[in-house]
């Protein structure tokens, strides 16, 4: 399985910043990593597919970029709302798999 | 606007089955071009997916639970179920169920999501 793996594991930030959340593949994946948003109690949300596409009715401050190993989810000027846990996926090889996340805190 | 919604018994005793159900509204299971797909997650944060299946009937599951695992699909009755076997402590977890897709670009992703429900393992 290719195993999947964020950088930092939780962040800290304030309104307002500017924040990059990592993710780095155990091998070449292309752009098949998708991006998903979750906050307690609540089921994932797609905000990226493709690395660098947005979802429907994401708000444009979320971006991504990337390809082959490394991808970045940036989040432009963060809202209250932003606060969350954030994953990736890939799409590149099945059995698809997840990262362990990134916990995006409030400073 | 489709929505999913799982539902099932929230305790389970070892070595027994897992059943839970996911009912699709506001849209059709027969749909082309979606994989009905069924993701845990355990307490400790880890999302898993246990494999989908497609209106044709074809299924894939995750190889670390193949041989515990059945996803099956009633179109008259707009649910799919997911079936685990011989369960431990270790199944412990959030089951969510979720539509996947594909874009034109041809990768596949989880666009809609079930709210998600828990299953303890325990006698």
């Known amino acids: 399985d290719i195993q999947m793996i964020h950088s930092p594991s939780s962040l800290s930030a304030s309104v307002g910043d500017r924040v990059t959340v990592t993710c780095r593949a155990s091998?070449?994946?292309?752009?098949?990593l998708n991006w998903y948003q979750q906050k307690p109690g609540k089921a994932p949300k797609l905000l990226i597919y493709a690395a660098s596409n947005l979802q429907s009715g994401v708000p444009s401050r979320f971006g991504g970029s990337g390809s082959g190993t490394d991808f970045t989810l940036t989040i432009s000027s963060l809202q209250p709302e932003d606060f969350a846990t954030y994953y990736c996926q890939q799409s590149y090889s099945m059995p698809y798999t997840f990262g362990p996340g990134t916990k995006l805190e409030i400073k | 606007q489709a929505q999913l919604q799982e539902s099932g018994p929230g305790l389970v005793k070892p070595s027994q089955t897992l059943s839970l159900t996911c009912n699709v509204s506001g849209g059709s299971l027969s749909s082309g071009g979606y994989y009905w797909s069924w993701i845990r997650q355990h307490p400790g944060k880890d999302l898993e997916w246990i494999g989908y299946?497609?209106?044709?009937?074809?299924?894939f599951y995750n190889p670390s639970l193949k041989s515990r695992v059945t996803i099956s699909l009633d179109t008259s009755t707009k649910h799919f179920s997911l079936r685990l076997s011989s369960v431990t402590a270790a199944d412990t977890a959030v089951y969510y169920c979720?539509?996947?897709?594909?874009?034109?670009?041809?990768?596949?992703?989880?666009?809609?999501w079930g709210q998600g429900t828990l299953v303890t393992v325990s006698s």
């Open positions: 299946i497609y209106p044709s009937g074809s299924t």
């Open positions: 091998e070449n994946i292309g752009r098949y």
């Open positions: 979720a539509r996947m897709k594909s874009s034109s670009m041809t990768i596949y992703y989880f666009d809609l």
